[in-house]
């Protein structure tokens, strides 16, 4: 069983800069796959980026150019490095993790954290 434990949210103006970190623990966290997703009022939540163990990411469009996943494996931590936040970034941040190979879609994720919100104000 996995717990993950996201921290790093806050406010922040348009145009700043924002890094979520996520702590795994109770697996071999070098075995799973990471990814964000995020969820925003009365919408459903969707993919962000994800890691594979050895640190091939995937990005969804909006993420592509701002947003930069990580990963420590000798720290169990994986983060999200946010840049250039728009107010369309608001939502709440959700980290995930599944065995070995990342996906894009919330059904394959087995494991999730409670969520860190991330407000961005024009």
């Known amino acids: 069983q996995v717990q993950l434990v996201e921290s790093g949210g806050g406010l922040v103006q348009a145009g700043g800069s924002l890094r979520l970190s996520c702590a795994a623990s109770?697996?071999?966290?070098?075995?799973?796959?990471m990814a964000w997703f995020r969820q925003a009022p009365g919408k459903e939540r969707e993919f962000v980026a994800s890691?594979?163990?050895?640190?091939?990411?995937m990005y969804a469009n909006s993420a592509k150019g701002r947003f930069t996943i990580s990963r420590d494996n000798a720290k169990n931590m994986v983060y999200l490095q946010m840049n250039s936040l728009k107010p369309e970034d608001t939502a709440v941040y959700y980290c995930?993790?599944?065995?070995?190979?990342?996906?894009?879609?919330?059904?394959?994720?087995?494991?999730w954290g409670q969520g860190t919100q991330v407000t961005v104000s024009s």
């Open positions: 995930a993790a599944r065995p070995w190979v990342d996906a894009r879609t919330v059904s394959e994720y087995d494991y």
């Open positions: 109770g697996g071999i966290f070098s075995g799973y796959a």
């Open positions: 890691i594979t163990w050895n640190g091939n990411t």
